[in-house]
């Protein structure tokens, strides 16, 4: 495959966003202060990053308020609150998953939120549902991306349905994301190459998020960066469910463009990730994660067995191969 | 450049070799009980890891004997009383620096030793004293290779001039070793492509060592093999010297060889290496670490930042940019 420019180009293409306070909510149910948050918006402008995820739009019939921090309803308000006013430097964005959100009655005109981009997250079985959301989105003025999760559990053909249901619609961006941390640069380079056949035509750009099960998050992201993948999720220290993701101090180390400063991604990591790990939040690769990303398996065996603080590993691989976990 | 066979491929010519009482010995001053090295031992040949290092051959008029492990000095008589006799299934090999050991004496006849393989490990500048010891290591009847070190920061016409030296020798096998963890994928590619052009003509195998200072340990080894390289270092949980190296339930987890054998392999891992890591035996990726590798420097001041338990990492950073340290 063609690689779009070498390890020294500028691609102005590149956006890197900060997907802390989602994916890292999972692992702390979304519990942190409005300090941190605030010092992540400002360390986020200052690093020169393009997006900040503030969390998700979970639809508060389905879940209960009282029991998550605020970010995992992400409502236009609590935002406002944190960054005061619109920040020309620097892109906001939530998330939103297909079927736990309602979209029509919280998703309200860009022109009166902080918000920029809505991310789509869908399973392909839910990708009508997905595109409902995504013209709802645009018609309301937003960037609208979507994120196909689980995608090395998909057969191709219906991988070909989707992104071609993509390329027809209004999408902005569409994400490889390596749900269960299982694929390794090659097979990211043959998706990469599949999403760009499809949606290059329509001139979708396309994302990825990874996660670190293998040690692989931030091998993949740059692999599929150097074949033209623009759009990349990075979280501060991997933060992130289970083995976590791609971290945002070796993707800003990593790119060349000097719009990109690592100097205040360290000041945040030495005071505020220090102390979420001090405080006993726990994330990152671990064995539990390797063995499920190994057999493409959702790792939430994993997360319950590092809970539970067990370490037989070996019986708990036979138990994952039994199928009985 | 062409993929030498493809993810389900087995490749007869892969060669896992387990470094983890040699590098990781740098980790804990070599101070492994005989336990854990005879436990290690029956694991690596129930897991189907082709060769076991068992240490340095550090000359001990250089240094004193009394402040490290034995396994820095890896003599035959100590090996012997680990393994008992040779066992046909796993080979064993040693290290020996260029200068800091004295090999004419403590490198007898492979046919009274219980090593099979001695690897010689140099600067470029001292490539004639590794030609010196690889011919003395083959004249004994010893499989000889060459680890040259801090590749990263040599001028590439010195590097030719080395592998033509390499080339022109009874060496079996040169590796690429990535000391300051400092390469990414796209960089090994090309080492190992030039490594070839050089070395291949000669009928010399390709081996790779990797640091895990950005994460990249396993990624940039599994890169190098998908390009022909054949002999892949490996330690258990990537035990080595600051971020470590190549994790071998990572490699194991993924060879496709059905020699290659995880079980055992978790087995050692929850007993013996969780063991060592609740006595304060510390090494993995961490900040400083990645700093030095992204600057492709020497980790020492890393190393000594964290045994500090300095967390000031902008600091940190500032201050190697400035070369002060």
Request: hydrophobic share 40%.
């Amino acid at each position: 495959m063609e690689k779009k420019g070498n390890l020294l180009t500028v691609r102005e293409d590149v956006r890197v966003l900060d997907a802390t306070i989602r994916d890292g909510g999972l692992v702390n149910n979304f519990q942190f202060t409005d300090e941190f948050v605030r010092k992540l918006y400002e360390t986020n402008i200052a690093a020169g990053v393009d997006y900040m995820e503030f969390g998700y739009k979970a639809d508060r019939d389905i879940f209960d308020e009282s029991k998550f921090g605020k970010w995992k309803f992400a409502k236009d308000e609590d935002i406002w609150a944190i960054i005061g006013e619109k920040d020309p430097r620097m892109k906001l964005s939530v998330m939103a998953d297909v079927g736990r959100c309602n979209f029509r009655r919280d998703i309200r005109p860009r022109s009166e939120s902080p918000v920029d981009m809505i991310r789509i997250a869908t399973y392909i079985n839910t990708m009508p549902g997905a595109i409902e959301m995504i013209e709802y989105a645009k018609e309301m003025g937003y960037e609208a991306t979507c994120n196909i999760m689980a995608v090395s559990k998909l057969q191709e053909g219906d991988m070909r349905q989707g992104l071609e249901m993509l390329a027809h619609s209004n999408v902005d961006a569409v994400y490889i994301v390596d749900s269960y941390g299982s694929l390794y640069p090659e097979q990211i380079a043959r998706l990469t190459a599949f999403y760009q056949e499809i949606l290059s035509p329509a001139e979708k750009s396309l994302g990825i998020h990874t996660h670190n099960n293998q040690q692989m998050a931030f091998a993949n992201t740059i692999e599929s960066l150097s074949l033209g993948c623009s759009y990349l999720d990075a979280t501060y220290c991997g933060m992130g469910r289970g083995a976590g993701n791609c971290a945002m101090e070796l993707l800003i180390g990593f790119l060349k463009n000097p719009k990109y400063n690592l100097n205040p991604v360290l000041k945040f990591i030495e005071k505020y990730m220090l102390e979420l790990k001090k405080n006993g939040v726990v994330w990152g690769y671990d064995i539990p994660y390797m063995l499920t990303g190994q057999l493409n398996h959702h790792p939430s065996a994993a997360i319950d067995c590092i809970a539970a603080g067990k370490t037989a590993y070996l019986e708990f691989y036979q138990d994952l191969l039994e199928g009985e976990l």
